[in-house]
């Protein structure tokens, strides 16, 4: 689903800009997104906090993500049945990238995702 369903952008790989996000999630939930999270304030209700995530380095559209719900932290943010599965798209993963970042045919922000924890 393309960043354009979810957030008002130019949906362009030439179009970059710096990013801040916003998520008012359950207490209970991680927030993982691109950027640093820069402040997470807790409702005076203690059932929901708002977790505030910026991004300075200029990125397209297509490379920002964001997800929110009841992970496990094991090193990464994910559900203990896809552990196998994880591992295993992990690898592949890092073996993509690197070709195509040998091709400088990709070009990807700084960093990494950060989350809420």
Not at 27 to 34: E, F, G, K, N, T
Not at 42 to 63: D, N
Request: proline letters at 7%; glycine letters at 4%.
């Amino acid at each position: 689903m393309s960043v354009r369903t979810w957030v008002p952008c130019l949906d362009a790989i030439s179009t970059r800009c710096s990013w801040e996000f916003e998520f008012l999630v359950p207490l209970d939930c991680i927030v993982v997104a691109s950027g640093e999270l820069t402040d997470q304030v807790v409702s005076p209700s203690e059932t929901t906090k708002s977790c505030h995530f910026k991004s300075l380095v200029p990125t397209s559209a297509h490379a920002i993500g964001f997800a929110a719900g009841p992970f496990e932290v094991l090193g990464c943010f994910m559900w203990k049945l896809y552990l196998p599965l994880i591992a295993f798209l992990k690898l592949l993963l890092s073996i993509y990238l690197s070709f195509f970042s040998s091709l400088s045919l990709l070009r990807l922000p700084v960093g990494s995702p950060r989350s809420d924890e």
